[in-house]
């Protein structure tokens, strides 16, 4: 079992920015395809980002490319997120999420763990 516990999250004004983080523990493995998740009230889980193995790969939601970079520090067994010109649209439940599939993974039933997740409220 993987334990994945996500932090960083927070009140901030339109414009703002955020850094997420999210440790994992257990059964780590550094070849995980991590992935960031969110769920604002009343809407579907979307995907936002993710991040090979090794860091050289990533892929974002149309919706925060330009604005959010994803990375990771193996030795730590952490992945950030890191989130620029934020707007009240990214106000939602943030989840860090780990995938034993190998490559950049975007679909949510393919993330085998979750972690219970960081709120983030971005107020205009």
């Known amino acids: 079992q993987v334990q994945l516990v996500e932090s960083g999250g927070g009140l901030v004004q339109a414009g703002g920015s955020l850094r997420l983080s999210c440790v994992a523990s257990g059964r780590t493995s550094s070849t995980y395809t991590m992935g960031w998740f969110r769920q604002a009230p009343g809407k579907e889980r979307e995907f936002v980002a993710a991040?090979?193995?090794?860091?050289?790969?990533?892929y974002y939601a149309d919706s925060v490319k330009g604005r959010f970079t994803i990375s990771r520090d193996n030795a730590k067994n952490t992945v950030y997120l890191e989130m620029n010109s934020l707007a009240p649209e990214d106000t939602a439940v943030y989840y860090c999420?780990?995938?034993?599939?190998?490559?950049?993974?975007?679909?949510?039933?393919?993330?085998?763990?979750w972690g219970q997740g960081t709120q983030v409220t971005v107020s205009s």
């Open positions: 991040i090979g193995w090794s860091g050289g790969s990533t």
């Open positions: 999420a780990a995938s034993k599939v190998i490559g950049i993974v975007r679909s949510m039933p393919l993330y085998d763990y």
